[in-house]
């Protein structure tokens, strides 16, 4: 029997996934990861975007929202604010909120910083969305 790994996916109000998968990507924040079975340990920070699972034939998408992630034993843990199945982000509502961030001014370093964050999530929203189709 072929090996699996557990992936967990935990956000501040839930346990949002529990499931065995055969493959598990992720954005970290400076680029994708791929975890297959009997993967090193490895703690990293997520960044912004969608993560992948392959179970069999199937390949389920979701949004995750920044936090961290931890792989040891064959389990994939992850820690978000967010996961949202990719089939639920809402393009244009992101598209919408993006325009709005990008007219807001940033005249401080910390407006600057809070701004660059947010259209860095909303892009990840639209990558996903677009994905998701």
């Not at 996934?17 to 920070?45: N, T, W």
């Not at 969608?50 to 961290?68: H, I, N, T």
């Not at 598209?95 to 259209?119: F, S, Y």
């Not at 892009?123 to 677009?130: E, G, L, N, P, Y």
């Amino acid at each position: 029997m072929a090996k699996t790994l557990t992936c967990i996916v935990v956000t501040p109000e839930q346990t949002a996934l529990e499931q065995q998968a055969d493959f598990v990507v992720l954005p970290l924040y400076d680029g994708e990861i791929g975890i297959a079975p009997d993967h090193a340990p490895l703690i990293g920070r997520l960044g912004y975007g969608e993560m992948r699972l392959k179970a069999g034939g199937d390949e389920k998408k979701f949004y995750v929202d920044g936090g961290f992630v931890q792989v040891a034993d064959n389990t994939v843990s992850v820690l978000t604010n967010k996961a949202v199945p990719a089939d639920k982000v809402d393009a244009a509502a992101a598209q919408t909120q993006l325009a709005a961030v990008m007219k807001e001014p940033a005249n401080t370093e910390e407006l600057l910083d809070i701004r660059e964050r947010q259209v860095a999530q909303l892009r990840a929203h639209i990558r996903t969305a677009k994905h998701a189709r």
